[in-house]
């Protein structure tokens, strides 16, 4: 647990114990303060707006509960998906011998179309992280090193992503968003060299990479506005 998921656990249970307290007095105070009641019914009006605000705190919480479960459980079996289709089990282990991490994996080729169904992979994920389905904390845990090691391999940027950079649009939003998340966390990226700005500007694709991002700017606008 990090110091962020320690402060946020801190004050819920700051938070549980005002309410609990709170819950005390509403039961056994007003039936002592007779005066009080007597004078004005003002303060029962306060302690019903309290009872009501943390009712609603209580609920909130526990609805965040939920949320995050169900995120956590989707995560999960995204995990599970990806660890026991074969395909991308091979398309993985192929990348990771072409990047040196695993010489004992026998040579093989990769074809078209395993590229193409790993990153369509991915591109589902950009969908869910931008209708904040899913938060990006949960699917760096699991899928960072997998995503970047495709997504910055020189074979598949050569094959797919570079020469068809129009066709993986959502490959590129992702590649960017999921960067900056890990910078801003100070964790490191993973091939950063041959990330696809760089790759495209060595490609002489630096035009097209620009569009897909001003058009990424232009989505994102849209999204805001019809909210």
């Known amino acids: 647990m990090n110091k962020k998921q320690k402060k946020q656990m801190r004050i819920r249970w700051i938070w549980i114990m005002v309410l609990i307290v709170v819950s005390a007095l509403l039961i056994f105070l007003p039936g002592r303060l007779e005066w009080v009641r007597e004078e004005s019914g003002y303060f029962q009006a306060i302690l019903t707006l309290l009872s009501i605000g943390f ?3 209580g609920i909130y919480f526990q609805m965040q509960d939920s949320r995050k479960l169900q995120q956590a459980e989707f995560v999960m079996h995204l995990n599970q998906s990806f660890v026991e289709n074969p395909d991308y089990a091979y398309v993985y282990t192929q990348l ?10 026998p040579a093989g080729k990769i074809s078209r179309i395993q590229m193409s169904n790993y990153l369509t992979f991915f591109e589902s994920m950009y ?94 606008v849209k999204k805001r506005k019809a909210k």
């Open 55 to 57: 009712a609603g705190l």
């Open 96 to 105: 990771e011998r072409e990047a040196g991490t695993d010489k004992s994996a």
């Open 127 to 220: 969908l869910l992280v931008i209708e904040k389905a899913i938060q990006m904390r949960m699917l760096n845990d699991l899928f960072g090193y997998r995503f970047f090691l495709a997504v910055h391999s020189p074979l598949i940027q050569k094959v797919k992503l570079v020469s068809q950079p129009s066709n993986f649009k959502n490959i590129y939003y992702l590649e960017k968003i999921w960067m900056e998340y890990r910078l801003q966390h100070g964790l490191s990226v993973y091939n950063m060299d041959d990330c696809l700005e760089k790759a495209c500007e060595r490609a002489g694709k630096k035009e097209e990479y620009d569009r897909i991002m001003a058009d990424m700017d232009g989505l994102h």
